[in-house]
């Protein structure tokens, strides 16, 4: 059984750093490409960063592109997700998520893309 734990939210003044983890267990994590996505209230889930299997091809919403990072430790079947510069609008539950399938060595940007999802961390960012 996949499963995916997230941990690292909290709460952050404007301008502060959080780095979000997400440790998986079940299966081989280095096979997978894996996503990280937040929901803020009565908002929809909304894609955040990505990162191929191999870590070497990684993607950004445009919201987040300069300040967040996502990376990935396969020894440790781990993701990342470093947050600089926070500002208020970055407050969601962050999700990562982990594809299905063993495929090409890409990034995948819809939530419909993963299969496997963590229960979420919140981030909290005060102005």
């Known amino acids: 059984q996949v499963q995916l734990v997230e941990s690292g939210g909290g709460l952050v003044q404007a301008g502060g750093s959080l780095r979000l983890s997400c440790t998986a267990s079940?299966?081989?994590?280095?096979?997978?490409?894996m996503g990280w996505f937040r929901q803020a209230p009565g908002k929809e889930r909304e894609f955040v960063a990505a990162?191929?299997?191999?870590?070497?091809?990684?993607y950004y919403a445009h919201s987040v592109k300069g300040r967040f990072t996502i990376s990935r430790d396969n020894a440790k079947n781990t993701v990342y997700l470093q947050m600089n510069s926070l500002k208020p609008e970055d407050t969601a539950v962050y999700y990562c998520?982990?594809?299905?399938?063993?495929?090409?060595?890409?990034?995948?940007?819809?939530?419909?893309?993963?299969?496997?999802w963590g229960q979420g961390t919140q981030v909290t960012v005060s102005s």
């Open positions: 998520a982990s594809r299905s399938s063993n495929d090409r060595d890409t990034y995948y940007l819809n939530p419909w893309d993963y299969g496997y």
């Open positions: 990162i191929s299997w191999s870590g070497r091809i990684t």
């Open positions: 079940g299966r081989t994590f280095s096979s997978y490409a």
